[in-house]
């Protein structure tokens, strides 16, 4: 079996465990409130859209599932972000356990229906979006390294011909609205915390493509926003 081709190792299926199924549903365990149709809505979005997006990035660009599954193992990936990357995938965890407890324990008396379905479309819109942006990048690693043994390139084609990094810019959008949707005042301080992260994340890797990858600071001068349109 070559790099190129996706291994399920034991500790692969324990990350796609936790990290489908444990952290999706933190909000109904913690809260014990099986009823609660907004956080199962949440898991099933992270659950079909992790699939749907990984089947039709698998169709098209057949070693990138490989490539981020064992990304984190590999030695010219940046040390910061192997700290960073990691705070990524749990901070949306800290919102969804913020939210379940809020929920427990009824700090916030809740949002109007027009409101929570307002954010599920922004939800469904930050999936679609980061789900387009991976599809888009064959070099859509789960670290940030240059890739040189993978080909590795500038990719303008899709989402990037209007953001530097519409992968981020879609789970931005999630994270924001995400405790509007689960009726959570409380989850708004880990969210806001996240996007925090996400932007530094993002600047560190813009400046280490333009350093490093070649044709990308001229990519930089025409495409010129990074996460937001307008703004930055």
Not at 216 to 226: D, G, L, N, P
């Amino acid at each position: 079996m070559s790099d190129r081709e996706l291994r399920i190792t034991p500790r692969l299926a324990l990350q796609l465990v936790f990290f489908l199924i444990v952290i999706p549903l933190l909000p109904i365990l913690i809260s014990g409130h099986w009823s609660w149709w907004e956080a199962w809505t949440f898991a099933a979005v992270n659950v079909l859209g992790f699939a749907a997006s990984r089947r039709l990035a698998a169709r098209r660009h057949p070693d990138l599932l490989a490539e981020r599954a064992r990304s984190m193992g590999l030695a010219d990936a940046k040390a910061w972000d192997k700290v960073l990357a990691p705070l990524v995938s749990l901070g949306l965890g800290l919102v969804l356990a913020m939210a379940g407890l809020d929920a427990r324990l009824g700090w916030t008396p809740g949002f109007p229906l027009w409101a929570r379905l307002a954010a599920l479309g922004l939800i469904l819109l930050g999936y679609a979006f980061g789900s387009w942006a991976l599809i888009e990048n064959r070099f859509f690693s789960g670290v940030v390294r240059i890739q040189k043994e993978r080909g590795h390139h500038v990719v303008s084609t899709g989402p990037y011909r209007w953001m530097r990094h519409p992968g981020y810019a879609g789970a931005l959008l999630t994270y924001v609205v995400t405790p509007v949707f689960l009726e959570s005042l409380p989850a708004f301080v880990p969210a806001i915390l996240l996007v925090a992260v996400l932007v530094v994340r993002t600047a560190l890797e813009d400046k280490t493509l333009q350093a490093e990858l070649p044709g990308y600071a001229e990519y930089a001068k025409r495409t010129r926003y990074r996460l937001v349109p307008g703004i930055w």
